[in-house]
């Protein structure tokens, strides 16, 4: 999973890589929250495969990829923003999510003890640029002949 900004190019990966690329700022204001469902079922899923890896990545590996894991804990592993964000640090010292980003996981955590829906918002701009969050690509690896599933990266 591929977490950057508009001007970067997403990675290239082999046609047996799953990977869900996601246009995203790493700006307070960013509507990240759009997309915490979107990548909690993305990683539960690509778990429960036979060979189970995921990696996900942003430019630095502070804030924008440690959301998302943190939003997948929160929501899937059924622990508190604070527990989330300790499990992180612990495999990532350098791990901050933005205060913004940060305001978005405390209401996540409050939506899904509550079994609630988290609420929609509406992009953005800034001097950053466009902070709205889109999904540009999301290639799956269902094509991929059960023999090769055995070699198929996450």
């Not at 964000?85 to 940060?102: E, H, M, T, Y």
Request: overall charge positive.
């Amino acid at each position: 999973m591929s977490i950057l900004p508009e001007t970067t190019p997403f990675p290239e990966y082999e046609d047996r890589v799953e990977h869900l690329c996601i246009r995203s700022n790493d700006d307070p204001r960013c509507v990240i929250g759009n997309v915490f469902d979107r990548v909690a079922d993305w990683i539960r899923d690509a778990l429960t495969t036979p060979r189970p890896k995921v990696l996900v990545h942003c430019g630095m590996g502070v804030s924008r990829s440690a959301t998302l894991v943190i939003a997948y804990l929160i929501r899937e592993r059924r622990v508190s923003f604070k527990k989330a964000l300790d499990l992180v640090i612990a495999k990532r010292s350098c791990v901050w999510p933005n205060f913004g980003f940060q305001i978005r996981l405390l209401r996540y955590e409050d939506c899904c003890r509550g079994g609630l829906a988290f609420p929609h918002e509406e992009g953005k701009s800034g001097s950053w640029g466009s902070t709205k969050v889109t999904v540009t690509r999301d290639t799956r690896a269902a094509t991929t002949p059960p023999s090769a599933s055995a070699n198929t990266k996450r």
